[in-house]
């Protein structure tokens, strides 16, 4: 976890992002964001949802939203550009490849879930029991480095096929 850390920041240094620009002591919000990346550009998507803008909704969290606009915001997904919404509230009717919803909203799963039911949005989370209740990957802290499990009943139910990364880096 930590060379993944270091990786994290010379690659902010590299694109010459500043420290006022992205908090870096914010490591948790920092690897979360990483790993959203990661699940975008490591799962295989339906092909309807492989038009347009690859959005990804960050609901709840100021810091997971600004690593994931500046670090990954001006990377693709395939042939999809990312779009990056930050959510302070709930907001019904919008279509995303990804919503992470952090637990300070969790209070708002189940709605979030009727709401993509039937769709290939993969939901993740930050709590226990959340893949209990509907989520996909959930965040999780083991031997104090962010780990995540998940249902691949959730995403098989989902269409999506997580790649191997994202199968083998899981908690087992």
């Given at each position: 976890?930590k060379?993944?850390?270091?990786?994290l920041?010379?690659?902010?240094a590299?694109?010459?992002?500043?420290?006022?620009?992205?908090?870096?002591?914010?490591?948790?919000?920092m690897?979360?964001a990483?790993?959203?990346?990661?699940?975008?550009?490591?799962s295989?998507?339906?092909?309807?949802?492989?038009?347009?803008?690859?959005?990804i909704?960050?609901?709840?969290?100021?810091?997971?939203?600004?690593?994931?606009?500046?670090?990954?915001?001006?990377?693709?997904?395939?042939?999809q550009?990312?779009?990056?919404?930050?959510?302070?509230?709930?907001?019904?009717?919008?279509?995303?490849?990804?919503?992470?919803?952090?637990k300070?909203?969790?209070?708002?799963?189940?709605?979030?879930?009727k709401?993509?039911k039937?769709?290939?949005?993969?939901?993740?989370?930050?709590?226990?029991?959340a893949?209990?209740?509907?989520?996909?990957?959930?965040?999780?802290?083991?031997d104090?480095?962010?780990?995540?499990?998940?249902?691949?009943?959730?995403?098989?139910?989902k269409?999506?096929?997580?790649?191997?990364?994202?199968?083998?880096?899981?908690v087992?």
């Amino acid at each position: 976890m930590k060379r993944i850390f270091l990786l994290l920041i010379i690659l902010a240094a590299g694109q010459g992002l500043s420290a006022q620009q992205i908090d870096e002591g914010d490591s948790r919000a920092m690897i979360q964001a990483n790993f959203i990346y990661q699940f975008a550009v490591n799962s295989n998507w339906p092909m309807e949802m492989k038009k347009g803008k690859f959005l990804i909704v960050v609901y709840g969290n100021e810091a997971v939203y600004k690593h994931v606009v500046e670090k990954y915001g001006m990377k693709p997904v395939g042939a999809q550009t990312i779009e990056v919404q930050a959510w302070s509230d709930y907001k019904p009717g919008t279509s995303s490849h990804i919503v992470f919803i952090d637990k300070s909203k969790k209070a708002d799963l189940a709605k979030i879930m009727k709401e993509v039911k039937g769709k290939s949005t993969l939901v993740v989370t930050n709590w226990e029991g959340a893949l209990g209740s509907g989520a996909a990957i959930n965040f999780k802290t083991v031997d104090n480095s962010i780990r995540y499990e998940l249902s691949e009943a959730a995403l098989t139910e989902k269409k999506i096929t997580p790649g191997n990364k994202i199968l083998q880096w899981k908690v087992q």
